[in-house]
């Protein structure tokens, strides 16, 4: 909706004095000017994003009004794009940036992410096979086996070790939901091969397990890899295990399916919860599925950035025996989105299930055996270039830094926690294990736990429309949470200190 | 490997004089500063591209030999990782920017795309629920709205009409192959609820089609979604239909499954296709499929960008019969990785198997059923804001500039195949619909068909060896065939012709 809408031969002429010189999209010098003024912006952006609302506050629709319901005939000046963004998109962006963003878990960044997936865009590489861009696969494998180094992950889960490429390997993927799902397929495919199925004919008899904690999209990940949506158990949890999935109702589960004719196929075991950062044990989970000859993943999306410190890397003990485990550093190893890493023991116990052989990607490289073709191991045949990032953010900052990330957000959320015991009004709900503090406004006095939960609502909705400070909550035990994630990458101990006055005085307001 | 590395002092000073303030890994200024050099490097990049080979000569795992098989404990400039990037990553790159790519699909992209997925990087929202960016929302809901516009597509696929929200909707994925599992996985829902089926219990007897030239990523997407691989129909083309799907056969072959049993449910049919860009007969299709109470899906992910052209919009004539389509912007509407479009006509048939509530996420935007919550129509929840490059495109460049990028290649490529039909050593295998010319040698003179598909893979191996271009090959009719993809947003009319004098040069020397 630029005034240069109204004039075409003045929009046009921003790409050629005479109108019509051929248009070129990518034309070097137009490159590096539209990139200076998206970098200066961005600058500009984290520079100024402390004192912008977190929450927007705008209607369903609102864009379409102001950015019109039909696209432009003519061109128009890359700045009327930049204004455009500026005035109608930020003020409606709920600023997952900002340092007073405490919700859900932060999408954490760094300035060398960003300038590896910029390099990744402009490059624009499709490296669905090893020969349709040598670098980016073989980048793919670099970081990943750094990643794992990073993780003490067993060489067994490495695609290429000191003693040669191994039968072990990684990818990255867009979500954890498609870690889970071609995990899901790898193992499906296995046990109708294992019980003799005809085709599909013995899917309606697996089954699936995981603990009542464990994110939703694996439900929905078992669903569309087409098992019985009776068939997924999820196993209860409560305080007894701080919400972690107990191996004994585990086994106690699966035996009665194996007695009931029904074959355990698969169980996703978490490591730090998107409810509450519960943790499931995953040497005492691989234990009881080796009984029964199902699949283990673990699901690290979160916490597994925080095992590259040796002090938490306990919660990843017996991954050895696990069949796979995917963490994603888009969540908390300062890598923007999207980064999820997955690593499977037997690399071809996921391509038997997702390899396709066209005849137009076949080539030398991938008929000699010696490369990895990374479509075989994602849903997709096309494929950014996104291991350029990843190898950004560790070569640049190396270990030792992002070990120091880490920590220093897990002592910011160790203060609010401790701010939260010193004040007799609220309480932490279950134990903190990484930088995420469940806590809430204590049933006190005359209130009952359903007033609290009322109490704690309240809180929330008041804290959001502040605009200076975002927090999500979650049902723990029956009970209304809320959650204070740690960790935006702009955050210091001040935006923490801040966000508690505000919940102290926001509370007394509530509660007075 | 930077030699900064054994000195760790002077790596750590790059953050700070003293070593010891606070790692700020998206400090504003060296955010800028990193990335202003970024932009340098691309700006560079495709100013020398030209002269780069396309592919390169590097073995399985060089890189690890260049970079490290471990990392680095100390941090290091960030000079240092873009030294390591030009010096090592690079090199062993296939170049899908250089202007001599002319393999697969060009990956087209432009200045206006790279910036906007840039500030989607920096912003890094994650944009599952309305309420968790709704400006992430409402742009991927606009740009797609502009983008049906541009295809004129129906409204029943619009998110939002001049007339309010509609019922059907669109959805920007990562692939083609996750916009059919998708849609698969809704039409097997479907198809089992219309056929009572208790749980999955009745998949093993679904069935779906496609034509023998639909992309191999479509058997591999029924096969995630459970169906039975024997169900999955291979459709005979022959050059009778120049590769397009015959709508009698498909009768023939839906009917003979209803008679024994099978329930048909889902017919993909491919506007363009990967091999020689054959085009199914949407309108025909659908009508076959109506017969059947089977779901259509139309995949366009290439040729789907020419219909913006009214010159080209009749290979989509019948589209409003057809219950989705997916194209992908990050093929041939200068829009970077990634960027897939589904739409759908009924986006609650998506939802009602996607659909997951998970406490956490749970909003008062969600509750009025006002918004859209685009996890509900992908894989996973988690989600780039992908919309915004889409709409930087359309609303810089304008519908009269895009129109002008897609004809301009379809001209080159029309060159490019008058080359070839005046040269009576070589053929044209199928008509050019787009801009993709399948060649081959002819058997000329003693040659047999099977001495001619060997000239040719050995024409395009020692093309390819020349660094001066790059070919892939596909098999039409049994026989060897090169592809000649124009397109690649750096590409003139001066780099189609030097590769046709390189292919002359070339087929001479090896015909001599």
Same mark, same amino acid.
Request: glycine residues 8%; aromatic residues 8%.
């Given at each position: 909706?630029?005034?240069?809408? =109204?004039?075409?031969?003045?929009?046009?002429?921003?790409?050629?004095?005479?109108?019509?010189?051929?248009?070129?999209?990518?034309?070097?010098? #137009?490159?590096? =000017?539209?990139?200076?003024?998206?970098?200066?912006?961005?600058?500009?952006?984290?520079?100024?994003?402390?004192?912008?609302?977190?929450?927007?506050?705008?209607?369903?629709?609102?864009?379409?009004?102001?950015?019109?319901? /039909?696209?432009?005939? +003519? /061109?128009?000046?890359?700045?009327?794009?930049?204004?455009? $963004?500026?005035?109608?998109?930020?003020?409606?962006?709920?600023?997952?940036?900002?340092?007073?963003?405490?919700?859900?878990?932060?999408?954490?960044?760094?300035?060398?992410?960003?300038?590896?997936?910029?390099?990744?865009?402009?490059?624009?590489?499709?490296?669905?096979?090893?020969?349709?861009?040598?670098?980016?696969?073989?980048?793919?494998?670099?970081?990943?086996?750094?990643?794992?180094?990073?993780?003490?992950?067993?060489?067994?889960?490495?695609?290429?070790?000191?003693?040669?490429?191994?039968?072990?390997?990684?990818?990255?993927?867009?979500?954890?939901?498609?870690?889970? $799902?071609?995990?899901?397929?790898?193992?499906?495919?296995?046990?109708?091969?294992?019980?003799?199925?005809?085709?599909?004919?013995?899917?309606?008899?697996?089954?699936?397990?995981?603990?009542?904690?464990?994110?939703?999209?694996?439900?929905? =990940?078992?669903?569309?890899?087409?098992?019985?949506?009776?068939?997924?158990? /999820?196993?209860?949890?409560?305080?007894?295990?701080?919400?972690?999935?107990?191996?004994?109702?585990?086994?106690?589960?699966?035996?009665?399916?194996?007695?009931?004719?029904?074959?355990?196929?698969?169980?996703?075991?978490?490591?730090?919860?998107?409810?509450?950062?519960?943790?499931?044990?995953?040497?005492?989970?691989?234990?009881?599925?080796?009984?029964?000859?199902?699949?283990?993943?673990?699901?690290?999306? +979160?916490?597994?950035?925080?095992?590259?410190?040796?002090?938490?890397?306990?919660?990843?003990?017996?991954?050895?025996?696990?069949?796979?485990? /995917?963490?994603?550093?888009?969540?908390?190893?300062?890598?923007?989105?999207?980064?999820?890493?997955?690593?499977?023991?037997?690399?071809?116990?996921?391509? #038997?299930? $997702?390899?396709?052989?066209?005849? +137009?990607?076949?080539?030398?490289?991938?008929?000699?055996?010696?490369?990895?073709?990374?479509? #075989?191991?994602?849903?997709?045949?096309?494929?950014?270039?996104?291991?350029?990032?990843?190898?950004?953010?560790?070569?640049?900052?190396?270990?030792?830094?992002?070990?120091?990330?880490?920590?220093?957000?897990?002592?910011?959320?160790?203060?609010?926690?401790?701010?939260?015991?010193?004040?007799?009004?609220?309480?932490?709900?279950?134990?903190?294990?990484?930088?995420?503090?469940?806590?809430?406004?204590?049933?006190?006095?005359?209130?009952?736990?359903?007033?609290?939960?009322?109490?704690?609502?309240? $809180?929330?909705?008041?804290?959001?429309?502040?605009?200076?400070?975002?927090?999500?909550?979650?049902?723990?035990?029956?009970?209304?949470?809320?959650?204070?994630?740690?960790?935006?990458?702009?955050?210091?101990?001040?935006?923490?200190?801040? =966000?508690?006055?505000?919940?102290?005085?926001?509370?007394?307001?509530?509660?007075?």
């Amino acid at each position: 909706m630029g005034s240069l809408d =109204a004039n075409p031969a003045a929009a046009f002429s921003a790409f050629a004095a005479d109108g019509k010189a051929p248009f070129q999209p990518l034309n070097p010098e #137009d490159v590096r =000017a539209y990139l200076h003024k998206a970098v200066d912006f961005i600058s500009d952006y984290y520079t100024n994003i402390e004192s912008m609302p977190v929450l927007p506050n705008v209607k369903p629709g609102y864009l379409q009004g102001e950015l019109g319901a /039909s696209p432009p005939t +003519y /061109s128009a000046p890359f700045d009327v794009s930049m204004k455009e $963004l500026r005035t109608s998109v930020v003020p409606g962006m709920t600023h997952w940036a900002s340092p007073n963003f405490f919700a859900f878990f932060p999408s954490t960044n760094s300035a060398a992410a960003i300038a590896g997936d910029l390099i990744a865009s402009a490059m624009n590489t499709v490296g669905f096979t090893w020969q349709a861009s040598p670098a980016a696969t073989e980048m793919e494998v670099l970081a990943l086996d750094w990643l794992a180094q990073l993780l003490r992950l067993p060489t067994s889960f490495m695609n290429r070790t000191s003693s040669g490429r191994g039968t072990g390997g990684g990818v990255i993927l867009g979500t954890t939901s498609e870690a889970m $799902l071609v995990t899901l397929v790898a193992a499906r495919d296995a046990a109708l091969r294992r019980t003799g199925s005809v085709g599909v004919s013995g899917l309606p008899r697996l089954t699936v397990y995981a603990a009542d904690q464990t994110h939703s999209t694996f439900f929905k =990940a078992c669903r569309l890899a087409g098992f019985d949506p009776a068939h997924i158990r /999820s196993i209860p949890t409560g305080p007894e295990t701080n919400y972690g999935l107990d191996p004994a109702k585990l086994f106690e589960v699966m035996q009665a399916d194996v007695d009931a004719g029904l074959v355990p196929t698969y169980i996703c075991a978490t490591v730090g919860t998107t409810s509450s950062n519960a943790v499931d044990p995953v040497g005492a989970v691989a234990d009881v599925a080796a009984m029964f000859n199902a699949w283990v993943h673990v699901d690290a999306a +979160y916490a597994g950035s925080a095992c590259i410190c040796p002090e938490f890397r306990h919660h990843l003990d017996g991954v050895e025996r696990v069949d796979s485990i /995917s963490m994603s550093p888009h969540k908390w190893l300062l890598t923007c989105l999207d980064c999820t890493c997955l690593y499977v023991r037997d690399a071809h116990r996921l391509s #038997d299930s $997702l390899e396709t052989n066209p005849e +137009y990607l076949k080539n030398d490289a991938t008929d000699s055996g010696e490369v990895t073709d990374l479509k #075989d191991m994602q849903v997709g045949v096309g494929r950014r270039f996104r291991g350029l990032k990843l190898w950004m953010v560790m070569r640049t900052y190396g270990t030792a830094k992002l070990q120091e990330h880490i920590r220093s957000d897990v002592a910011m959320a160790k203060m609010f926690e401790d701010f939260v015991r010193d004040d007799d009004r609220f309480e932490v709900v279950v134990p903190r294990n990484f930088a995420l503090v469940c806590f809430r406004i204590k049933a006190n006095g005359g209130m009952t736990e359903e007033d609290a939960d009322e109490a704690n609502r309240v $809180l929330m909705d008041n804290l959001n429309k502040t605009g200076k400070a975002y927090l999500a909550h979650t049902v723990v035990g029956d009970r209304f949470v809320l959650r204070f994630a740690v960790g935006s990458s702009l955050q210091e101990e001040r935006h923490v200190t801040s =966000a508690w006055e505000l919940i102290k005085k926001t509370t007394s307001e509530i509660m007075g």
